[in-house]
């Protein structure tokens, strides 16, 4: 394992932090996106497609966050630290776009999503100023 600096760590857990939040928001959001409907006695169970795509994209951001993480602690992260750090601003900025999303309930509706979204502006908020210490950092050296 490499070497690892304070920055770096952070880094580390928070994009585990992230994706574990994005994935428990999506497997919320799959849940319960089910919609029954009933015509004529019978009953028809469905998804609703818009949750659906709400559910893969977190997945996605999930695993792109989980894959970013663990290239930037390799010895490839850290030559490259100032790369890292731009997507690290990018991938924080698209949490806190997702947490007000959320917030204001233009996503789809879930059980939790107050405390999902608060989440996701702490850990959005924490990954810009780690990314752009990050790049300073790297800038520095």
Same mark, same amino acid.
Do not use: C
């Given at each position: 394992m ?7 760590l ?6 585990f932090a ?20 009933n ?34 602690? !390799?010895?490839f992260?850290?030559?490259? *630290?100032?790369?890292? %750090?731009? &997507? =690290?601003?990018?991938? /924080? #900025?698209? +949490? ?16 939790? !999503?107050f405390l999902?979204?608060?989440? *996701?502006?702490v850990? %959005?908020? &924490? =990954?810009?100023?780690? /990314? #752009?210490? +990050?790049?300073?950092?790297?800038a520095?050296?």
């Amino acid at each position: 394992m490499p070497n690892l600096n304070h920055i770096t760590l952070t880094g580390l857990i928070l994009g585990f932090a992230g994706a574990v939040l994005d994935f428990s928001s999506g497997y919320l959001i799959f849940v319960q996106s089910k919609i029954t409907t009933n015509t004529m006695g019978v009953s028809v169970t469905g998804y609703n497609s818009f949750a659906v795509v709400w559910g893969v994209g977190l997945f996605a951001l999930g695993g792109l966050l989980i894959i970013t993480t663990v290239a930037s602690v !390799s010895s490839f992260g850290n030559m490259r *630290m100032q790369f890292f %750090g731009i &997507l =690290m601003v990018v991938y /924080g #900025v698209v +949490m806190l776009l997702t947490g007000e999303l959320m917030y204001s309930q233009i996503a789809p509706m879930m059980i939790g !999503s107050f405390l999902s979204s608060s989440a *996701m502006f702490v850990v %959005g908020f &924490l =990954m810009i100023l780690n /990314g #752009v210490l +990050m790049v300073r950092n790297r800038a520095m050296m």
